[in-house]
């Protein structure tokens, strides 16, 4: 129990940090934008988004660390038949209120394959996208990693609260 209460914990904290760097970033961006100066006498509000671009990356990278794992999922290919797709989440690509990206190793029915895991953040369904190409395949987690994606949803969706978009 305690384990799993500092998981939690530790979660939101991602979330939180993740959250902050993007605000941070976004509100020195409008200010570039507006001529108001920056109220940090150290720093710059270049300086600031400078900062962001570099924080970006590790703060997504640290929201997602403890989820860095395979995922298995099942779906249909092109012919309708049963198909397998194992995932390895490697990096947090993109996160908006419409979807997240997670890039990673995928291997579709046996095969290496580029591309990436579309989750659309209003309904949660995940799908995979071939290169960025259609067609998008609807993927169903396989319920021995359900518990695990779905922490991955939640810290995804906590950092999407804290953001002021």
Known sequence: MIKHAVNETLSEIDGATYARVHNATMKAQQDQL??????????????????????????????????????????QNLRGTAAILIFNLEQLYELTPQKAILKGNT??????????????????????????????YTLQIDPSKKDLWDGLLHQLDISLQKRNI
């Open 34 to 75: 507006n001529g108001v100066p920056s109220n940090n006498n150290r720093k710059t509000n270049l300086d600031l988004i400078h900062q962001g671009i570099v924080l970006d990356p590790k703060a997504a990278d640290s929201l997602i660390t403890p989820y860095k794992t395979d995922y298995l999922f099942h779906c």
């Open 107 to 136: 291997v579709f029915n046996g095969e290496q394959l580029g591309g990436s895991i579309i989750v659309d953040m209003t309904t949660h369904k995940p799908y995979y996208n071939y290169k960025g190409k259609s067609p998008r």
